[in-house]
């Protein structure tokens, strides 16, 4: 099972990617096997040397009672530090910024496939439409002969 961030391949230039671990609870791993998990307005930060995401939903879980989690609290990644540091650098001096671009299962544990992306401006995203439009075209022109 994966949970994607289409959005995120419109919005920005993905100019490196790095996979990391997460924290969570017993009920929030539960709610992401079951389907409950938005990573659309997600972003990472770092904070004292550690990178956290910000703003990810996972919903309750059904039968967690009152050992529910909160479901958008900070949750905290786990990289190596060399990783840290080198994502720390390309965010203060070059600007960029921390998107996690897809949640998935490796080995019965949950991993978050970060990119540390550039923003497009209006022109880049009016370029990707175009080529996607023209990608369609092509496929459409392929079946029909």
Do not use: W
């Amino acid at each position: 099972m994966e949970i994607l961030n289409k959005r995120a391949k419109f919005d920005y230039f993905i100019e490196s990617e790095y996979e990391a671990g997460i924290v969570l609870t017993g009920t929030e791993i539960k709610s992401v096997r079951n389907g409950h998990c938005n990573i659309r307005d997600c972003y990472g930060i770092v904070k004292n040397n550690e990178i956290f995401l910000l703003n990810m939903f996972i919903g309750q879980y059904k039968e967690g009672n009152l050992f529910n989690h909160n479901e958008t609290r900070s949750r905290k990644l786990l990289l190596h530090k060399k990783e840290i540091k080198r994502i720390k650098q390309d965010i203060e001096a070059n600007g960029l910024t921390l998107v996690p671009l897809k949640l998935y299962f490796k080995n019965n544990r949950l991993k978050v496939l970060l990119g540390v992306c550039r923003g497009k401006k209006n022109y880049d995203k009016r370029e990707t439409i175009k080529e996607r439009d023209i990608k369609r075209e092509n496929a459409k022109s392929l079946k029909i002969y």
